[in-house]
């Protein structure tokens, strides 16, 4: 019904930059919010950043200033652009997407996740 599409994960230096994109198809009537969580190995999935249908965003403490979230609406993306990246910056990072449907239906989405690693 939902399908989300993500790419930009990669091994990366410290101070490096990465891209991730997510990229939402299918029945969808709008999107009322578009994110990215990350899950660290040991710790608990946690917010990095999202982005809502009227372009308010929230970051997690630890990115902000280094991470920058942004949305094409009418292509139904969003991209989080990293920079300065830590090691700690470590983790799977899982698209999110809060989805008004066709049938009008509410629905949240999660992609499959893709692999962030920082290392020298």
């Known amino acids: 019904q939902v399908q989300l599409v993500e790419s930009g994960g990669g091994l990366v230096q410290p101070g490096g930059s990465l891209r991730l994109s997510c990229a939402a198809s299918?029945?969808?009537?709008?999107?009322?919010?578009m994110g990215w969580h990350r899950q660290a190995p040991g710790k608990q999935r946690e917010l990095v950043a999202y982005i809502t249908s009227g372009g308010s965003t929230n970051y997690a403490d630890s990115v902000r200033g280094r991470f920058t979230i942004s949305r094409e609406n009418a292509k139904n993306t969003v991209t989080l652009q990293m920079s300065s990246l830590k090691p700690e910056d470590t983790a799977v990072y899982y698209c999110h997407v809060y989805i008004r449907l066709e049938s009008g239906g509410l629905g949240g989405y999660w992609g499959q996740g893709t692999q962030v690693t920082v290392s020298a």
């Open positions: 299918g029945s969808i009537f709008s999107i009322n919010a």
